[in-house]
Structure formats: C-alpha cells, structure tokens
C-alpha cells in the first residue's frame, strides 16, 4: 500500500501489511500506524497496490491500522492531491494540515463530544436577573440560539455564570444535534423583502443546474447578507450543507447570530483557531457526517469534509486573510472553486471590492457577475472628501478640519470612526538632538513606542526592550515620539473631547478572550460615540450610528514596490468608508493626504471602486502582470547574506527559459527580520501550465540540494504579499 506521512517530503512511501492483519480491514482514506526511521508516525493510506518499484525486503510492515473505516472519501483526498500538486507541497504534510490536531496524532475519531447550551422555555421568556453576567448570557443565548459551551466561554462568560443560570432552570446542556434537520420542514423566521437587483442575484444562483461561479459585486450595505440568507434557504430545504467563509474570527460570531436568527432550527456550527482542539474535533466529526447543515468559519475551514455539499459562500472575497502566509500557502478562496467544481455545486462570491483577479475572471465570462449598487439603508452615496495636510498642524494626525467635524457629528448624537491602520503610540521614538531612532536591532525597521506598556515592542520579531531615558548615542534627553499611532489618537481625542466615550480596537485592547465581542456590543449600544481602530473595526462590522468616518495615513499605499499597493488601498478605503451610512441617511467619509490630487484618490472619489478596478486591469494588462500573468514567488533567509545569495543565484539558469521571467535574486521589502537577511526570486510565466512545470523541476533539484538545507526557503504560487 502507498501511504503519505506528514513529513518535508515530496513523495509517499510504500508499506506492506503484516500477517496480523487482513487486505480486506485496510482501505484508502484510513490511518496506520508505521515505523519511518527511528520513529512510529501517523500515516495516510492513499493508494492500496500490490506491487511496488522497491524489492519485498526494502519494504516495512505497518504496525497497525488507526480506523475502522475511511477518515477521508476519495474525492477529499482528491481535494488535497491537488492542493499539494497547485501550491507544490509535500502531500503528507498537505494532508495532515488540513486534519484537526486529534486525527493528525492518531487519536480516536469519535473521542469525545461536545456540551452546547440553550435556553430552557422559562430562559426564553428572558426574567430580569440582579447579576448583570448573567443577564448578558441569557441576551447573547436569546440571539445566538444553541451554542458549544466553549464559544459561550470565548466569548467572556465564566463557569460559574453558566452554571449558575442552568441552577436557575433558564438554560439547559445537551450534547449534539441529530442529522433529523434534513427531514424536518425548515423554520425560517421573518425577512425582508428584496429589490429587484438582490432578487434577480437570487434568482441566478438558485436556478444554477451544476457548477457555477457568481461574483456578487455589491457596494457596502447593499444587502449581500441578505441574498446569501435567501439562497441558503434552498439549499438547506434540499437536505443539503453549505460552507460559509469569513475572513476574521471577529466576523463569525456576529454572521452565525443572524444565520440561526433566521433559521432557528437549523443545525449551524463554527470553524476557527480559537476552539479547543475537542471542539475542532466535533465539528469537522459532524460535518462529516451530516449533522450540522451550515458550517461558518475562516480560512482553513475549506477542508472540511461534508456528507452532501451544496454551496459555498465566500464573503470578503478579496480579503487577504483567505491566504495562508506560512507553510501551506494556500487560498481559501481558489480551492473553494475548485472544490465547488469538484461537486458540481454554485460558488458564491461576495464583495463590495473584488480582487482584480476574480473581477478579470467574471469580465472574461468565466464567473457570472450579479451587480448589486443601491444601498438597503439609504438611496444616496457617501459623501467623500479629501483633506490636502501639506502645511497644516495636526492634533496626533488629525487635521483641524477633521476636529471640526468631528465635533459637529458629536452634536448630531452620532457616532464617529477614526481609521489608522498603525497600533500603539507612536512608530518610533528620535532624538530631537542628533538623530538617533529606535530601531529594532535585528530588523530592517524601527520599533514602535507603546505608551501604556512603556515598552519599545518591534511588530515584525517581537523583540522588547525599555524606552531610553537618555540618547543612546550623544546622552540628550530629548526623545519624542514620531508619527502617530492609535493609542495616541485615544489619548489625543480624550483630552479634545473629555466627556465622550472612546473605544479603541486593535490587537492591543482585543488581546483578552471575548474582549473584542464585548467592545462591538457596547459600540452597538451606544456606549461609545467615538470609534478608534486598525483593520479589525473595518471588516464587515456593522454600526448603525455611524455617520463620520475618518482615515488618516492614507498617503502610506501611494507610494510602494508592491504593485497590488494600490488595489489593496482602495479596497481598504472603500471598505472603511462602507462602516459609515449605514442608519438611512448618507454618512461622510474624510480622506487625509497630502496628495489630494493623486489620480488613484481622485478615481476611487468620484467614480467608486468599480471604475477604479476596471482601469486598475487594463494598466496590469499594459504591464504585463497578474491576473494576465501568473507569478511564484520564491522566498530564502539565513543569518549569513552569502548563504542566500548563492541558493538563490543556483537557480537561475545561464540561458533563458522559454515562456519564463526570472527576477533576482533581490532583497524583500524588508531585507533583515529576527536577524535574518531575506531575498526573493520572482519567477513568472505567460502560461500558468509552462509556470507549474518549471515550478515543479526546480523543487525536485531543491529536493537534492545540500545548500538549500543551510537557509530556510519557501515557494509562494499566487502570492498577494511581495514581504
């Protein structure tokens, strides 16, 4: 039999079977265990043979077999076949990533189960409760429905305070759902009529026969919830599963409370990093065997397995966070078209932003593009402006116009957002004297001033150290902060408006479990007027009084070496200024900068992201550069320059390659991180089938090179971040 182990390996192995055990108890899709070197490793089976290119002797009998039964059906396996052959990684290491850690260390499939909590009909009636956790609980189970004990922990609520509403017969324990909901009519409670661009996207996806692509191209707050609620609906009436992929943990918690508020009944389960591995364990278990309906998760859940898919949704559909930037560099995204194909089922893909590559794709006929342009709430647009900085004093980075706006919002009792995609105080510290900086001893970069910490924390290594009191270099004690981050822009508007309420949310104020759910809602409650934040407060959140939103540092996307700079600055503008609006009057957006009349700020300004994106393509197109070609990136580091330069030269051949670009070896954008030097190899084809097989010779001679043991590399198809 041929087995695959999860090992830096690109290559499976063959194992026979030993006296003990009969052909008939091994299948493709189980787990053995078997002896690699001086080791007993979890392994695979992948292919049952009786013959084999090494000699009988050469070849080791298993020491057992894990499972009764398949743990993976062919077409899973199939999944992750050409997920290792696409991003060219080992198959055993594809394989047991996309396991949970339970499976990966060859414990029982079935080990355990999972508590969910609910609310008893006396809890549904809602008693008002002198302890104010408690209350928060009955709340949160009143919207959420049925929910594992381990979300309702992340979520802020002790033992105790479950415990002590289950005393009071306001909730219950249980322990799974039942695969009854695909025989059950379905319980679907009130929704909203659609207009008639959501109902003809509606229309199209469900009337799909087979496999179908749609890009949902809707402007924010034009109801693309909304449609994939609708479409969801037939799927679920079919005794069908679907997968729902966000791009943050932060959004799952608030998209599974309006899915089970609109199917009460209906079996639906998370997916994310932060479950237990027992938890993980369960849900990919009842995935599997078809008793949950609705699965919503991040990235890694496009591995799942389903008993009988039916759709996958995938909203944010530009959002970085759908590639994984460490080993399996792979994209949600793509595999979900793949997958989608796979089960001849309709792919669903939804933003206000689409990355260029799927919007060339939906141009060129291969997804279906459903426009969606007017707004739910209000029939009117945003109102942007731009602030020209050049010359102007600012308050912690806010120009007096943005105050002064600010201060009129405030009046109007509405809520307002500040946008800095920059945590802690400043970005660095400088000597007013001679010059010095703080920056990180082992990278390219200086290290940011976090204020309440006192510390200097650099964000790229983690390094830590003390502020100075003195210069380091010439002894003068002026040092001062530089640039502005997000915990001075808390200080700065607490002392311009002391009475306001303030929330910050980035990863600093978010670090505790469940702090980030308890901040969201008590913004949703009005408890904070003014909202402060970096890339979380932007993804999806909606805030009903939001009328002002203000983005400062827009001017740090203009002007990169990453030519996807651009697009992924307009689409993070166009995202952040979605949050205002949303309560049915047109909110304002302030655009900060110094070069107001910039072409790509004047574009996205007066003619939205859509024509921005239209014109972005046809200069990648005059440049020659994704999506009309395709790009590899190969990455290497060491703590010795040369090491990396000559595994990097190595590989680039003496004469041309035919339908092949090679540029290199060159310095990343940041050329040293924790101490190490890192160079890239770009290697780029006119053919993606040309790219693949140059791709594929070249990992087969790294496979063979004794250098490339001395330096750490990595290949990245497809890559969205030139870092």
């Known amino acids: ?98 396991l949970p850690k339970a499976l990966r260390v060859g414990e029982d499939i079935d080990k355990t189960s999972i508590n969910y909590l609910q609310l008893t009909e006396k809890g549904k009636k809602l008693p008002t409760l002198r302890a104010k956790k408690q209350q928060s609980l009955l709340s949160q189970l009143a919207k959420s429905g049925k929910s594992p004990v381990t979300e309702v922990k992340a979520l802020g609520f002790t033992k105790a305070t479950i415990d002590a509403i289950i005393d009071k017969e306001l909730a219950e324990i249980t322990i799974e759902f039942s695969s009854q909901w695909r025989n059950a009519p379905l319980t679907v409670s009130s929704k909203p009529k659609l207009n008639n661009e959501q109902a003809i996207a509606c229309s199209s996806i469900n009337q799909s026969n087979g496999y179908a692509s749609f890009l949902l191209e809707g402007v924010t707050g034009s109801g693309k919830t909304e449609v994939y609620l609708q479409c969801l609906e037939e799927v679920i009436r079919k005794g069908q599963q679907a997968l729902v992929l966000v791009p943050e943990i932060g959004l799952t918690p608030q998209t599974v409370n309006r899915f089970r508020r609109r199917f009460p009944d209906t079996p639906i389960m998370l997916w994310h990093s932060a479950l237990t591995d027992n938890e993980r364990l369960q849900t990919w278990r ?43 560099r792979y994209h949600a995204r ?90 802690g105080f400043s970005p660095s510290l400088i000597c007013h004297e001679c010059g010095w900086l703080s920056n990180c001893p082992r990278c390219s970069t200086s290290a940011t001033y976090h204020k309440s910490m006192r510390r200097l924390v650099c964000h790229h290594c983690g390094e830590q150290s003390a502020p100075p009191m003195q210069c380091p270099d010439c002894g003068s004690t002026q ?112 655009l900060q900068t110094h070069f107001p009349e910039h ?33 590899a990136l190969l990455r290497a580091e060491a703590h010795d320059l040369s090491l990396v330069l000559r595994f990097l030269s190595d590989l680039v051949p003496a004469t041309p390659v035919p339908k092949i670009q090679l540029l290199g070896p060159i310095p990343a954008p940041m050329e ?25 010779q070249m990992v087969t001679y790294l496979s063979n090179n004794k250098l490339a043991q001395k330096v750490r590399w990595n290949l990245d198809v497809d890559p969205i971040d030139m870092m």
Not at 485 to 513: C, M, W, Y
Not at 600 to 620: C, I, K, M, P, T
């Open 1 to 98: 039999m041929e087995v695959a182990i999860k090992v830096p390996l690109h290559r499976s192995f063959d194992y026979c079977l030993p006296a003990s055990v009969n052909a008939e108890d091994i299948a493709v899709g189980m787990r053995v265990r078997v002896p690699f070197g001086n080791r007993q490793l979890s392994a695979l089976v992948v292919k049952i043979k009786n013959q084999s290119e090494l000699a009988s002797d050469k070849i080791k009998p298993i020491i057992e077999v894990i499972d009764r039964a398949p743990i993976l059906d062919a077409s899973h396996i199939e999944l992750l076949k050409f997920t290792a052959r696409y991003y060219h990684y080992p198959l055993g290491e594809t394989i047991f990533t996309a």
């Open 286 to 328: 009842f995935c599997q065997k078809g008793s949950c309906a609705i699965v919503i998760g991040t990235r890694s859940a496009i591995f799942m397995p389903f008993l009988k898919l039916g759709m996958i949704i995938v909203d944010e559909e530009h959002d970085s966070s759908f590639k994984q930037q460490d080993s399996l």
């Open 334 to 423: 793509d595999l979900g078209a793949y997958r989608a194909q796979q089960h001849s089922i309709p792919l669903v893909l939804g933003t206000a932003t689409p990355a260029l590559e799927t919007l060339h794709r939906a141009l060129e006929g291969k997804y279906h593009l459903l426009s969606l342009t007017q707004r739910a709430q209000t029939s009117t647009d945003n109102h942007y402006q731009l602030i020209d900085i050049k010359g102007q004093h600012l308050e912690s980075g806010l120009s007096h116009a943005s105050l002064a706006y600010i201060k009129r919002e405030l009046g109007r009792q509405k809520q307002v957002m500040v946008f800095l995609n920059r945590r």
């Open 479 to 590: 040092i001062n902060p530089v640039g502005c981050g997000t915990e001075q822009l808390e200080e700065a508007l607490s002392e311009q408006f002391p009475e306001v309420a303030i929330s910050r949310i980035d990863r600093d104020s978010t670090r505790k479990k469940g702090s980030l759910e308890e901040e969201l809602e008590r913004i949703n409650q009005g408890g904070a007027r003014i909202l402060i934040g970096t890339q979380m407060l932007a993804k999806g959140h909606h805030f009903a009084d939001v009328s002002l939103v203000i983005i400062l540092d827009v001017d740090a996307g203009l002007h990169s070496c990453d030519f996807r700079a651009t697009e992924h600055l307009a689409q993070l503008i166009t995202q952040v200024a979605g949050r205002a609006g949303r309560s049915g009057e047109p909110g304002t957006v302030l």
């Open 599 to 631: 072409p790509l700020l004047q574009d996205l300004v007066n003619n939205g992201y859509q024509h921005f994106a239209r014109y972005a393509l046809s200069e990648r197109q005059d440049t020659d550069l994704p999506p009309y070609t395709h790009l």
């Open 672 to 696: 040293r991180v924790a101490g190490k030097f890192r160079y890239q190899l770009h290697i780029q084809g006119e053919d993606r089938g040309a790219l693949h097989a140059y791709i594929g």
